[in-house]
């Protein structure tokens, strides 16, 4: 059973991140990784860091809103456990001193 877990998870992340990286010029992975991490924090009152040391927000920093707005709404798309992505990214976005307006595009 836990190898059938594994297989799945593994296959998500393949399906996830080649979806992603296509609208991407860089490795979403590790953006998106800390950006969800980021978001879980902010969803349960506790954010990860401060935007000044958040792995999220110097990703953003580092890439610029545009970019960042292109490719995390694309990984996030692919997240089904996220309802509102324009809003969630939002958050993410507010949090990093960032415009919060985010829209992204149903694909």
């Known amino acids: 059973m836990a190898s059938k877990t594994i297989a799945i998870i593994l296959l998500f992340n393949i399906v996830l991140f080649t979806t992603a990286n296509a609208a991407c010029s860089i490795n979403i992975f590790p953006l998106f990784s800390a950006c969800r991490k980021e978001l879980d924090g902010l969803v349960s009152g506790r954010p990860v860091g401060s935007p000044k040391s ?9 890439i610029g809103t545009t970019e960042a707005t292109t490719c995390l709404c694309s990984a996030f798309q692919m997240d089904h456990s996220i309802g509102n992505i324009s809003e969630a990214l939002g958050k993410v976005f507010k949090f990093c001193g960032r415009p919060s307006d985010i829209q992204c595009v149903k694909p």
């Open 54 to 62: 958040s792995f999220c927000c110097i990703g953003i920093d580092q």
